[in-house]
């Protein structure tokens, strides 16, 4: 049984950061498709930063530059968020697939976490 728990989220001023971590259970996270979305209420959830089956990192143009994926062991990777801004703000999912995915497209991934909620104030 394959779980993802997040961990790391909480409430910044503009201009902070946060340290978001996504552990699975059951397996690692090598040769999976790894993704963070970002979802405000109402609103479809955003994927945010990618890390595919091949450790190539990629990154929505919103947070390049400001958002970091890494390794921290096999079957955990974290989000760096710097330089934060109110509109970063958001429920934050990890999701992972062991197949090919279409980058984005949040049907496509197999797993999800129970999120973290990152809260940014102005």
């Known amino acids: 049984q394959v779980h993802l728990v997040e961990s790391g989220g909480g409430s910044v001023q503009a201009g902070g950061s946060l340290r978001l971590s996504c552990r699975v259970s059951g397996r690692t996270f090598n040769s999976w498709n790894v993704a963070w979305f970002r979802q405000d209420p109402g609103k479809e959830r955003e994927a945010v930063a990618y890390r595919d089956s091949d450790a190539s990192k990629r990154y929505a143009g919103s947070v390049k530059g400001r958002f970091t994926i890494s390794e921290a062991a096999a079957d955990t990777l974290h989000l760096q968020l710097t330089s934060l801004k109110p509109e970063d703000t958001g429920t934050y999912y990890c999701?992972?697939?062991?197949?090919?995915?279409?980058?984005?497209?949040?049907?496509?991934?197999?797993?999800w976490g129970q999120g973290t909620q990152v809260t940014v104030s102005s």
């Open positions: 999701a992972a697939s062991p197949w090919t995915v279409m980058r984005g497209d949040a049907s496509e991934y197999t797993y």
